[in-house]
């Protein structure tokens, strides 16, 4: 019966190991799949403003003196537009990595709410291929906050992609600032962006703040993103000392406030 127990003890084992072997070899190959789909999605996302920057520049290129003026500065506009887009694309996959270094600063300055909700709101409309109605309700309307200008924008632009992206056909915005008074942090301003679009699921909505997460839907695909819009968003207001949270219904909307 010692020669039993013995083989018995070096079965389990084996069969441990085994069982180890295998989830290891599974997990490295989910994390794999992960980095290949992560850059198969940020290259298409980088393709596609180089490419329709390139084919405006290249008809502004042939274009002659008899040319119209309107006609050269609606090329000249999607250039532009395009650049933007590339632009805030590259900061923020360069945010994400310098956050974790030592030498990241913020460059807090005070901001006009109006003013910044207003240039980013008109950024969208141009952009968004769609229609997008906004309300727009700033009490007092010279609300300031102290932040970094470009993170500042980066921050609500992201909560406006997504309100955007995320409603079918035309999108209903409202965006909402206040002053209000908390236990924890005394006076803060309250930002609140609100959409009525496809809404998040109770069970989805812890994990939509994490890097790469994108709520599994048969529709997925047909938006266009790779799960680190809210994640730059949390980042970055929680660097500025503030927070972000999310009321969501599904089928109804979704609201996300920010606090600083
Ligand atoms: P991305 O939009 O690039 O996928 P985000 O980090 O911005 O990444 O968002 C993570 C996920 O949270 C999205 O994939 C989407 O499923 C969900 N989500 C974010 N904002 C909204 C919204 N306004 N309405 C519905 N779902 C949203």
Redesign the pocket.
Known sequence: SGILATSFIILVILSFSFWFLIRTILKQKTLEEMKSDFTNNITHELKTPIAVAYAANDALLNFNQAEEKTQRDKYLRICQEQLQRLSRLVEQILSMSMERRRTFRLHPEELSLQEIVERLVEQHKLKAGKPVHTSTDIEPQDLTVLADRTHFSNILS?LLD??I??SNGEAEIDIRCRRIATMEQGEQTEISVS?R????APEKLKH?FDKF???PTGNLHD?K???????YVKTMIEKHGGSVSVK?ELGKG?T?TIRI
């Open positions: 992201n997504n309100a992206k995320y959409d679009g496809i809404g998040i939509i997460y994108r709520v938006v993103g790779y799960g680190l819009g809210l994640f969501s979704s996300f």
